[in-house]
């Protein structure tokens, strides 16, 4: 892809920031595409016939992060299905770069990203939105155990992607802790300085 042809966002924050809810409310305002990586993998995961089937379920539920090879295809072909078939130009890819080795990858070898936005909230705010969440999602991963195994595969493999893009300037931050509709107010005044 060209940067002239496709934006792309990244969308990062820890596990129960408030990625998806987030992004939600851009699709609807901004006519972005969508993109979760955690939603690609799980629809894999269950694709009958698929040769990773069993490989992302444990990862998922040990909240390693997924070969970059696997999440990378399924992020490729959906942009070029959106790009087909809906005509879609910009994206906003959800929890996804996890690691610094996919964000170097995908940044080269698919498209460089606009910027990132960085959903920033204290664990136990996490903690509770996501056990929360669990008593109705079905996510095998929103269980206390997977959670806490989530939280230490953010802080110590994901926060160094965040950090070597604010490094770069590339960071627009916001404070995810206040009610939804307010973080998205945070989100529209912040990101109409990157011309979104
Ligand atoms: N909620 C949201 N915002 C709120 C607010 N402001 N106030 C109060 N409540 C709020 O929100 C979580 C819950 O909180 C919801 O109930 C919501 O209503 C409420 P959500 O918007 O779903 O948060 P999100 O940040 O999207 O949380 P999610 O659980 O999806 O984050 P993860 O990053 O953990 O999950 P993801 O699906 O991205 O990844 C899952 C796993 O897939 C990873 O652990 C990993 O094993 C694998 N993976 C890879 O290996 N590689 C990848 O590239 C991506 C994923
Ligand atoms: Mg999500």
């Known amino acids: 892809f060209s940067p002239s042809d496709v934006t792309v966002i990244f969308v990062l924050g ?10 939600s409310n851009l699709v609807t305002d901004y006519g972005f595409k969508h993109l979760s990586a955690g939603d690609l993998l799980r629809e894999e995961q269950d694709r009958p016939g698929s040769e990773f089937g069993e490989m992302i379920k444990t990862y998922i539920k040990e909240g390693t992060i997924v070969p970059m090879e696997v999440t990378i295809q399924l992020l490729e072909n ?24 996919q964000a170097h990858a995908f940044e080269r070898s698919v498209v460089p990203s606009k910027f990132t936005l960085f959903f920033d909230c204290p664990e136990s705010v ?71």
């Open 78 to 101: 959906a942009m070029k299905t959106a790009m087909e078939k809906e005509n879609k130009k910009l994206f906003l890819i959800d929890g996804f770069p996890r690691k610094l080795d």
């Open 14 to 23: 820890g596990p129960g920031a408030g990625k998806g809810t987030q992004c």
């Open 126 to 196: 996490m903690e509770e939105r996501l056990l929360n969440r669990g008593k109705t999602s079905g996510r095998a991963d929103d269980n206390i155990e997977s959670i806490k195994k989530r939280f230490r595969t953010f802080e110590e493999t994901s926060m160094p992607v965040v950090n070597e893009f604010e490094s770069q300037g590339r960071v627009v931050k916001v404070e995810a802790i206040k009610s939804p509709e307010e973080v998205y107010q945070d989100v529209q005044a912040k990101i109409k300085d990157w011309g979104v």
